[in-house]
């Protein structure tokens, strides 16, 4: 006797699904967003695991919860906005992995970005090795500099650090400005 088929979506309440039609602008088209895959021309992560951001979303619209929940993909996306910018219909993909990553339990996400996330809150300068907040500062300083040296066309550019408003953490692997602060 033959397996039974695997039935997507159906009567199957998907929380995913829901958070995918809360991600589409107004008048945003689902279906023409799943044929276009500009989404993963630019993305990172495209290919680890066997996936990319229009198969994240695709599984996420056909309800396969219980799949996304096992994907490690979604610790693999750098949430770095790619996919947004050439999406036509502007879907928010990364907002998608942000609650997928919401969903996993403590114990089973990544050991080393939970442990870099932790030290990082614990500590003035958010360091996940514990620079301090100077030695972080001089570090981010340093290499702005260097990059407008290297890149004149950026000679304007501004890095802040702890600029009022601020909605952003870097957990940055800080081992040189930890063990080479000068």
Request: hydrophobic share 35%; net charge negative; aromatic share 6%.
């Amino acid at each position: 006797m033959p397996e039974e088929a695997i039935r997507l979506g159906g009567n199957k309440k998907s929380v995913f699904m829901d958070k995918v039609l809360e991600l589409l602008p107004d008048g945003g088209n689902l279906n023409l967003c799943m044929t276009c895959g500009a989404c993963s021309s630019g993305c990172p992560a495209t290919g680890l695991k066997d996936m990319d951001p229009r198969k994240f979303l695709r599984m996420a619209a056909l309800g396969m919860d219980d799949e996304l929940l096992k994907s490690d993909w979604a610790w693999m996306c750098t949430i770095c906005q790619r996919c947004i910018y050439v999406c036509p219909m502007k879907i928010d993909i990364p907002q998608l992995v942000y609650n997928v990553r919401g969903s996993w339990p403590r114990e089973e996400r990544p050991k080393g970005i939970l442990g870099s996330c932790d030290m990082a809150l614990r500590n003035d300068s958010c360091s996940a090795m514990g620079a301090s907040p100077e030695d972080f500062k001089f570090v981010v300083e340093d290499v702005l500099e260097e990059y407008q040296e290297a890149q004149p066309e950026f000679k304007d550019m501004k890095a802040p650090v702890d600029k009022d408003g601020d909605e952003f953490i870097l957990n940055q692997n800080s081992r040189e400005p930890v063990t080479e602060p000068d």
